[in-house]
């Protein structure tokens, strides 16, 4: 498989503007990203690039002050953050859980030490939406709960759920790295209560959960929120995130339309989580 490579220059860049550009590029297909000291690498399936609407993200971010430019080549399939790999630090919530690489010293692992391999896949604990996610899922019951992780990348909220109690987990990923390194990190952990299945929300069947976790993109939250719906229980969870807070009401209103009854709301660094009750019919 040919990806494609974009390098893009953001020296001067504040953070909030690279979590911007990371969130829009990841909505229109761009799967991975590197930052450098100068510059971001970006990374897309070849099929899955559209010019016009990486042109349309550019215009978009051009009215809010961000000038985006570009320079990008065609690459074979590879792990790309290699390079990113060696500068992983570990990752302490709320100073009770730890998210570390098998290549740190164990000496200050915590109450919850979760050990992930930082592949490309989505969910190191570094983004701010996974720091949301774990602190929601720290206060609610979720012993003896079946739980879907859907768009689980490295398996770490899933994870951090049977640590937690749960009864049984499923993640689920469209992507087959993600996939893989979510196999790996379950093992290196040693859960044995949580599968993981390739594929989007067509491989749910007719299975119903207590909790539904989704740290993905607005657009798929949207578009897929009302299947979500269908595959919860009375009185079952809803937790999400990869939202900026410019985006809450578009996402507010589509839960709202399924009968979803908002609980809370968490907030880091303009991302914003929602926890929801599924409590109507």
Known sequence: MAYLEFVIPARSWSNTEKEILYALMAQIGFEGFVEGDNDIQAFIDEETYDAEALNQ???????????????????????????????????????????RAPFHDSSNDLEYTLVIEPKMSFGTGHHHTTKLM???MGNLPLEGKRILDMGCGTG?????????GAGRVLGVDNDQWAYENALENIKRNGITNMDVRLGDVGVLYKENFNMILANITRNTLVRDMSIYKEHLLD?????????????????????????????STGEESNWISLTFLNALP
Request: aromatic fraction near 10%.
């Open 235 to 263: 009185q079952g969870l809803m937790v999400i995130s990869g939202i900026l807070a410019e985006d809450v009401q578009y996402v507010l209103n589509e839960a709202y339309r399924c009968n979803l009854e908002h609980l």
């Open 134 to 136: 774990i602190r929601e």
């Open 57 to 99: 993200l550019i215009d978009q971010l051009a009215g809010v002050n961000i000038k985006v430019q570009y320079r990008f080549h065609r690459t074979e399939d590879q792990n790309w953050n290699e390079e990113w790999e060696k500068k992983f630090e570990p990752v302490v919530i709320d100073e009770r859980v730890l998210i």
């Open 156 to 164: 770490v909220l899933g994870i951090y759920a049977c640590m937690h």
